[in-house]
C-alpha cells in the first residue's frame, strides 16, 4: 500500500509540476521551452530523490511497523500519507513559487520588452506619419509639376506651331529672295557682259578719237604754221611801202 501510495504521489507530482508548467511554456520560443523543461525536470528528479531519501530515513527513525496491531498501523500509515501529502504540498508551493518566481521575471522581461516594442511602434508611427506628410507634399508637387508640364506642353505646342508656320513663310520669304537674287546676279551678270563689251568697243573708239585728235592736232599745227609763215611774208611785203608814204608827206 505504501509503495502504490509512493508511486501514484511521484506520478502525480510530476503531473502537477508539469501542467503548472505548461501556461510559462506558451509564453517563451521553442528553444527556451525545451531548455526550461530539461531544467525543471532535472530539478524535479532532485526534489524527488531527496524526498524518498527523507522519507526513508523518517520511516526508519520516527514510526516503525514492527510489532503493532492493525488500529496502530493503520494510524501510523494514514499519518504517513499525511505526512507525505504535506511534504508533497511543500514541495509544489516551492515549486509553483519558483516558477511564479520565474513567471514574474518572465512577466517584468516581456513587460520591459513590450514598452520598448511600443515605444518603437510611436517613433515608427511618427516616421510613417512624417513620411505619409512628406509623400503628400511630394505627390502634391508631382501634381502641381504635372499640371505645369501639360501646361507648357500645350504651350510649346501653340509656340511650335507658330514658329512652324513663320519658319515655313520666312522659307517661302527665302527661297523666293534667293530666286530674286538669283535673277539679278544673273542680269547684274549679263549687264556686266555688256558693259564690258561696250568699254571695249568704247576703248578702241577712244582710241581712234585720240588718233584722229592727234592727227587733227598735227594739222591745226601745220595749218597754224603755214598761217604764222603766211602772214610773215605778207608783214615783211607791206613793211617799206608805208615807211616810203610816210616819208613822203
Excluded: C
Amino acid at each position: 500500500m505504501a509503495k502504490d501510495t509512493k508511486s501514484n504521489s511521484r506520478g502525480w507530482l510530476k503531473g502537477v509540476l508539469s501542467n503548472q508548467s505548461q501556461p510559462e511554456q506558451n509564453n517563451i520560443n521553442m528553444e527556451e521551452d525545451v531548455s526550461q523543461e530539461m531544467i525543471e525536470e532535472s530539478s524535479i528528479d532532485e526534489e524527488f530523490k531527496e524526498f524518498e531519501q527523507s522519507e526513508t530515513t523518517s520511516k526508519k527513525n520516527l514510526l516503525s511497523k514492527d510489532d503493532q496491531d492493525k488500529v496502530a498501523l493503520d494510524l501510523i500509515v494514514s499519518l504517513e500519507n499525511m505526512l507525505h501529502d504535506r511534504q508533497l504540498i511543500q514541495y509544489k508551493n516551492k515549486g509553483l513559487e519558483s516558477q511564479l518566481y520565474s513567471a514574474n521575471e518572465m512577466i517584468g522581461r516581456l513587460k520591459h520588452s513590450q514598452v520598448k516594442k511600443e515605444q518603437i511602434l510611436l517613433d515608427k508611427d511618427k516616421e510613417i506619419r512624417e513620411l505619409e506628410s512628406n509623400l503628400t507634399n511630394k505627390q502634391m508637387s508631382y501634381d502641381q509639376l504635372l499640371e505645369d508640364f501639360k501646361d507648357y506642353q500645350s504651350s510649346s505646342k501653340i509656340e511650335f506651331g507658330n514658329i512652324t508656320n513663320q519658319l515655313e513663310k520666312e522659307t517661302n520669304k527665302y527661297n523666293k529672295l534667293k530666286e530674286e537674287s538669283t535673277n539679278k546676279q544673273y542680269e547684274q551678270m549679263m549687264l556686266i557682259k555688256d558693259f564690258e563689251e561696250k568699254i571695249r568697243d568704247l576703248e578702241v573708239e577712244n582710241h581712234k578719237v585720240v588718233e584722229q585728235y592727234k592727227q587733227s592736232q598735227d594739222e591745226k599745227a601745220e595749218l597754224m604754221q603755214t598761217i604764222n609763215d603766211f602772214t610773215d611774208r605778207l608783214s615783211f611785203s607791206f613793211s617799206p611801202k608805208t615807211t616810203t608814204s610816210t616819208t613822203t608827206e
